[in-house]
């Protein structure tokens, strides 16, 4: 059985930080990402890693706040988020693919087979 868990959500002031971590079990993954969704508003690509390249994807968004890291333990992902906004509100989501991926193919939510329950995140101005 695959399972995401999330951690790491709160409540932070606009220009403060915060990190969240998800912890991947199950099976192996090639690619790990974080989406997030606000109130009202649709899932959006947030950050993924690919493990074999190493590479990292970012909106852009968040580029330069946000940083995406794998853990030393396998499956695991860590989203660094720091000069919070208001507009970073949102519940944050975990998701992993199984498939390698590559650039705009890793924003894509569709890519990802399994998702966490998601861990919420509150920016307060």
């Given at each position: 059985?695959?399972?995401?868990?999330?951690?790491?959500?709160g409540?932070?002031?606009?220009?403060?930080?915060?990190?969240l971590?998800?912890?991947?079990?199950?099976?192996?993954?090639?690619?790990?990402?974080?989406?997030?969704?606000?109130?009202?508003?649709?899932?959006?690509?947030?950050?993924?890693?690919?493990?074999?390249?190493?590479?990292?994807?970012?909106?852009?968004?968040?580029?330069?706040?946000?940083?995406?890291s794998?853990?030393?333990?396998?499956?695991?992902?860590?989203?660094?988020?720091?000069?919070?906004?208001?507009?970073?509100?949102?519940?944050?989501?975990?998701?992993?693919?199984?498939?390698?991926?590559?650039?705009?193919?890793?924003?894509?939510?569709?890519?990802?087979?399994?998702?966490?329950?998601?861990?919420?995140?509150?920016?307060?101005?």
């Amino acid at each position: 059985q695959v399972d995401l868990v999330e951690s790491g959500g709160g409540l932070v002031q606009a220009g403060g930080s915060l990190r969240l971590s998800c912890a991947a079990s199950g099976r192996t993954f090639s690619a790990m990402a974080w989406f997030r969704q606000a109130p009202g508003k649709e899932r959006e690509f947030v950050a993924a890693e690919v493990w074999v390249s190493s590479s990292a994807y970012y909106a852009d968004s968040v580029k330069g706040r946000i940083t995406i890291s794998r853990g030393y333990a396998k499956n695991t992902v860590y989203l660094e988020m720091n000069s919070l906004k208001s507009e970073d509100t949102a519940v944050y989501y975990c998701a992993a693919s199984p498939s390698y991926c590559s650039g705009g193919g890793c924003r894509a939510a569709s890519v990802y087979n399994y998702w966490g329950k998601g861990t919420l995140v509150t920016v307060s101005s």
